[in-house]
């Protein structure tokens, strides 16, 4: 627990002045509230550091001396411009002992949840085996031939690599998952906060709902909150969904209270000057949504909205459009050299564009990989003679997990508040729910064309619930109902007692979810012990499971199965650091 909250400090203190930077950089005025720029910021941090340890993965491992020295650097280069120095300062300033307690309690209780012993399968078969590659020897030219797990690359193993140092073994692999957990508590909270002070915009309300059908199931469902508890980089996926939706109506909102301000000033002075509405704040999004793809490819849909809404305002502008495909180019250009370099295919599973490379994956292989992915209908075998496949498939699918039920319900629901949302866009003259419409509706349609499951597309089911949500909690009647009470008890509450009731719950949540402390307060437990054996094939030595496919937290090199004969090393005298190849 307390080096994942250690670990969650420095990271938010790091990720928050290089996402300022940004901010500053691109004058993204649109996050006007200093909460609203925080999350902003933290986000945009945490999605260009992902992708710049990976980018240094490529010339070296990414050791905790390299990780310090690389974030330093970012840190001072955007603490080097005066106006981020400024608004730092400001901004942390305005965080007052009451909000302090409250992330401190927030980060002992996403420690406490996300320090137990990780199960996910995929971490045996291929996350934590990536990550220590990373950590150890960098971008490994062929390391797919004894995984091709290591092919699917993802700047968020990247960005876990120097939080798993040698000495900690296999305990914190779960370290990333975590803090976004405590993150997004955080947001919510924020939301929570100007819903009880009556001051809450839309987006509050869609953040604090958004969370609420989200984080529940990542913490109470068996099947996601082994997901949580790992370094899985489904959960990224899901929450960068909501927070583009976020970002995107942020943008939207202030755009149309500056337009409302502009003209109310014409109507006292027609003589005012009119101010031409900059659009620099939809970079934001589109950072967000190239980020998500590096991450992992089902974000594929939010940089296709998010390019979309860039361009949709900056059309006429060819040196910015110009200016946000080089961006969003130079976010994707790593994962790109990084897969060929491990696998020879820039976009693995994907065969497209793969190099002629003595390490490359043959396009079999990557053929079947991309089958077991999206060919979802041959997941079930052969149907019944005279059976109609698709219908046969569809009832199968249902039957295979509760989840799917889930998936098909919402997507239900979401089309008839697709209809009513569109239906009624034009009473409230705000393009920013036409985008999460959208968003959602692309990211239903890619998750059910290519593997129609929960942990691929949580966020872009839940989306347009959570819209219509925020749209009827807007309205003062209902908001004013549902926080009259609550607000008028916190006020009268002293400040102490809501302090330590808060602690006190956390305290006992802890403990009715079986956690126990006395054995993660430190650092959580090791992965599973996997039970290896030592074997030889041509002029490489590695370790394989026994009766078993998945390595955990075994000695590199570890392969799960047998190597394949035509597989040597690529350069003997730098041993496994220098690659792999096929025999010529």
Not at 255 to 269: C, I, L, S
Not at 308 to 330: C, D, E, T
Not at 395 to 401: D, F, S
């Amino acid at each position: 627990m307390l080096y994942f909250i250690l670990s969650w400090g420095l990271l938010t203190y790091v990720s928050f002045s290089i996402g300022l930077g940004i901010l500053n950089l691109f004058q993204a005025k649109g996050f006007k509230r200093s909460g609203d720029r925080f999350f902003a910021a933290v986000w945009l941090g945490i999605v260009v550091l992902a992708n710049v340890f990976l980018a240094v993965s490529i010339i070296t491992p990414l050791s905790p001396l390299i990780a310090i020295f690389t974030a330093g650097s970012l840190v001072a280069l955007a603490l080097g411009f005066s106006r981020v120095r400024t608004e730092t300062i400001s901004i942390l300033l305005q965080i007052s002992e009451r909000w302090l307690f409250i992330g401190i309690t927030l980060a002992i209780v996403a420690a406490a949840l996300t320090s137990k012993k990780v199960t996910w399968f995929d971490t045996g078969l291929y996350h934590f085996g990536a990550i220590q590659w990373l950590a150890n020897y960098g971008a490994v030219p062929g390391v797919a031939l004894l995984n091709n797990g290591f092919a699917f690359t993802s700047s968020w193993f990247a960005l876990a690599a120097p939080f798993n140092p040698d000495f900690l073994g296999s305990r914190v692999s779960a370290v990333l998952n975590g803090y976004l957990l405590f993150l997004s508590l955080l947001h919510a909270s924020m939301g929570v906060h100007y819903i009880l002070r009556k001051t809450a915009e839309r987006y509050d309300w869609f953040i604090v709902i958004y969370m609420l059908l989200t984080l529940p199931l990542f913490i109470f469902t068996t099947f996601l909150s082994a997901i949580l508890i790992s370094p899985s980089p489904d959960m990224p996926v899901i929450m960068v969904t909501g927070i583009v939706a976020w970002a995107i109506l942020v943008i939207s909102d202030q755009q149309n209270h500056d337009q409302e301000n502009q003209h109310q000033q014409r109507k006292v002075n027609p003589q005012s000057q009119v101010l031409k509405p900059t659009f620099n704040s939809q970079i934001v999004p589109l950072i967000l949504g190239a980020g998500a793809v590096t991450f992992k490819l089902n974000g594929l849909p939010i940089l296709g909205i998010t390019g979309l809404f860039y361009g949709v305002y900056h059309w006429r502008n060819p040196i910015k459009l110009g200016l946000g495909a080089g961006i969003a180019l130079l976010l994707l250009s790593p994962m790109a050299v990084f897969g060929v370099i491990t696998s020879g295919c820039p976009l693995y599973p994907s065969s497209w564009m793969c190099m002629a490379v003595p390490w490359v994956l043959s396009s079999q292989q990557a053929a079947q990989a991309l089958a077991r992915i999206n060919d979802w209908k041959s997941w079930f075998g052969s149907p019944p003679t005279q059976a109609n496949y698709s219908l046969w498939a569809f009832g199968k699918w249902l039957q295979m997990a509760h989840f799917n039920k889930v998936m098909l319900l919402l997507a239900i629901i979401s089309i008839v508040i697709a209809i009513w949302i569109l239906k009624n866009a034009h009473t409230r003259q705000n393009a920013g729910e036409s985008w999460v419409v959208l968003l959602s509706f692309l990211g239903m349609g890619f998750i059910f064309s290519q593997a129609p499951l929960i942990r691929f597309g949580l966020g872009y089911f839940v989306l347009l619930p959570t819209l219509i949500g925020s749209i009827f909690c807007t309205r003062q009647s209902l908001s004013s109902r549902l926080t009259k009470g609550l607000s008028q008890l916190a006020m009268q509450l002293p400040k102490g007692f809501v302090l330590l009731a808060l602690f006190i719950a956390s305290i006992l949540f802890t403990r009715v979810n079986g956690i126990k402390l006395h054995q993660q307060l430190i650092v959580p437990p090791e992965l599973p012990h996997a039970k290896v054996a030592l074997k030889q094939i041509n002029n490489i030595h590695y370790f394989s499971p026994e009766n078993s496919d998945k390595c955990w937290g075994a000695d590199l090199p570890c392969v799960p199965g047998e190597l394949e004969e035509d597989v040597w090393l690529h350069n003997p005298t730098q041993g496994i650091a220098g690659g792999f190849r096929r025999q010529l």
